[in-house]
C-alpha cells in the first residue's frame, strides 16, 4: 500500500515528463539516435521535474537533488592516471595527472565544467578530464566552483579565477611547464575561461595563459533572438526555458523578467547601440542563417526591466562584451560549436570578433552535435557519433599545443 502511495507519484512525473517531451521538444532531422536522444531527454525531464517537486515540497533545492544523482555515477578507475582531489582554499579541485614518468615538465589544462551554474559537477565531468589527460598526456585541474544556490554567478566565475590563480603559483609542484598552460572550460564553463583570461592579462606576475578552448560557450546574454537562438528554442539538452531558468538563478534575476529578455526591451539603447555592433545577427555568417530569418523589432525599453538585469551587461561576465583593446590581447583560441544548439551564434561571433582583431582562432563546428552532446562519449550505448568527434577534436587541439 505504501510503496504503490510513493510509486503514484513517481510515475505520474514520468507521464508528465514524456507528455512533456513529445509536446515541447524539438529534434532536427540531422541528430543521429534519434529514439536514443529523445529517451535520455525524457530521463532528464524526469530527474529535473522530480528536483522542481522536491523544491516545492520544500525537501531540498532541485539543482541540489540533480547534482546528488550525478554524483551517484560510479567512476572507473583509470590506471594509467593519478587522480587527486584537493582544495585550493575553499574551493575543491581535482587535479588528474598522467602516472608515467616523464623527464621534461607537462602541458596542463585547467578545465571549468558546464552545467548552467546549477548542474554540473567534478564526477559528472571526471571522465571527460581522465580523457583529456590521458590522451594528451597532460594535467588537468578540473575546477569545482561553488554552484547555485550555494553561489552565484560572480562568485563563480571568482572561485574560477581564485582556483586557477592558487594553481599558476605553484606550476613547479605539479611538474608543469608554465609556458604550456591552458585553460577550457565547456557552456557556462566556457564563460569563465573568457572571465579568468581577461582577468589574467593584468597579472603580469603569473605565466600568461597559452590558449583558451572553449566548447559550446555561453558569451552573451545580450542578444537573445540571434538565429540559432530562435532556431534551437527547443532543441534538448538546453532549452531556452532551462536557459532562462539557469541563467536568471544565477542572475538572481526575477523569472518575471523572462520577456523582456527575449523581446529586447531590457536593452537600454545606448548600451544597445554600442554592443549591436559586435552582437547583431549581421555577424553571423549567411549558411548559418535560415531564408526565413528575420532580425527582431526591438521592443521599447523598459528601465525596471534594464535595472533588474544589469549584470548581463557585465564586460566581465560576458566575453563579447570586452572593449577590443581587452580581446585584442587574449590568447589564442580553440572554439567548438555544435550546429543545434541555441548557443552556437556565440562561438560564431566569439571567433568573428576575435579573428577581427587578429588573435589566433581553430574553430570546429559540428553538424550533428548539440548541447551537451560530449558528456555522452564514453556513456557506451548511450553515446552518439558527435560526443567522440567533439572530445576528440578538443584533444587533438590540444596535442598541437607544444
Ligand atoms: C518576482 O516578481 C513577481 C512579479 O513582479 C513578484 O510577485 C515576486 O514576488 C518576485 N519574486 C521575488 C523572489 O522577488
Ligand atoms: C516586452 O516585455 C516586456 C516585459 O514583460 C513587456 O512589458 C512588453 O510589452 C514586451 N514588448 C513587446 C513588444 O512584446
Redesign the pocket.
Known amino acids: 500500500m505504501w510503496v504503490l502511495l510513493l510509486l503514484l507519484p513517481l510515475l505520474g512525473v514520468l507521464v508528465w515528463a514524456v507528455f512533456k517531451h513529445f509536446l515541447t521538444a524539438d529534434v532536427p532531422a540531422v541528430l543521429k539516435h534519434r529514439i536514443k536522444f529523445r529517451m535520455l531527454h525524457c530521463a532528464f525531464l524526469y530527474i529535473t521535474t522530480l528536483g522542481h517537486v522536491l523544491e516545492k515540497l520544500r525537501i531540498c533545492s532541485g539543482y541540489k537533488f540533480v547534482r546528488f544523482l550525478e554524483d551517484l555515477w560510479i567512476i572507473k578507475k583509470d590506471p594509467s592516471l593519478v587522480v587527486t582531489n584537493l582544495r585550493f582554499g575553499t574551493i575543491p579541485v581535482r587535479l588528474f595527472q598522467p602516472r608515467a614518468a616523464s623527464s621534461e615538465p607537462r602541458r596542463a589544462i585547467i578545465f571549468y565544467h558546464g552545467g548552467g551554474g546549477g548542474f554540473g559537477t567534478l564526477t559528472s565531468y571526471h571522465s571527460l578530464c581522465c580523457f583529456l589527460a590521458r590522451e594528451t598526456e597532460s594535467v588537468v585541474l578540473s575546477v569545482g566552483y561553488r554552484l547555485y544556490p550555494d553561489s552565484f554567478g560572480m562568485v563563480m566565475a571568482e572561485d574560477c579565477y581564485a582556483a586557477s590563480v592558487h594553481f599558476l603559483r605553484n606550476l613547479q609542484t605539479y611538474g608543469v611547464d608554465p609556458s604550456l598552460v591552458l585553460v577550457g572550460g565547456e557552456s557556462i564553463g566556457g564563460t569563465f575561461v573568457g572571465y579568468v583570461c581577461r582577468k589574467l592579462l593584468a597579472r603580469s606576475d603569473l605565466p600568461r595563459i597559452r590558449a583558451q578552448i572553449m566548447i559550446c560557450p555561453f558569451l552573451q546574454a545580450i542578444n537573445l533572438q540571434l538565429p540559432s537562438h530562435q532556431r534551437y528554442k527547443n532543441v534538448p539538452f538546453l532549452t531556452q526555458t532551462l536557459m532562462l531558468t539557469c541563467l536568471c538563478d544565477c542572475m538572481s534575476i526575477n523569472h518575471?523578467?523572462w520577456?523582456?529578455m527575449l523581446?529586447g526591451?531590457f536593452r537600454s539603447p545606448e548600451l544597445w547601440k554600442k554592443y549591436q555592433k559586435w552582437l547583431s545577427a549581421d555577424n553571423i555568417p549567411k549558411k548559418f542563417k535560415p531564408s526565413n530569418y528575420r532580425p527582431p523589432v526591438s521592443?521599447?525599453f523598459?528601465e525596471a526591466?534594464f535595472l533588474e538585469t544589469g549584470l548581463l551587461f557585465d564586460q566581465r561576465f560576458s566575453p563579447l562584451l570586452a572593449n577590443d583593446e581587452v580581446v585584442a590581447r587574449l590568447p589564442p583560441a580553440f572554439l567548438l560549436s555544435c550546429e543545434n544548439d541555441i548557443f552556437r551564434d556565440d562561438a560564431l561571433l566569439y571567433k568573428k570578433r576575435l579573428e577581427d582583431l587578429r588573435v589566433p582562432v581553430v574553430s570546429y563546428h559540428v553538424e550533428d552535435g548539440f548541447h551537451g552532446a560530449l558528456l555522452f562519449f564514453d556513456k557506451k550505448c548511450f553515446s552518439f557519433p558527435c560526443s567522440r568527434r567533439i572530445v576528440n577534436a578538443v584533444a587533438s587541439y590540444i596535442r598541437g599545443i607544444q
Open positions: 518575471s523578467w520577456d523582456a523581446n526591451s521592443a521599447p523598459h526591466a
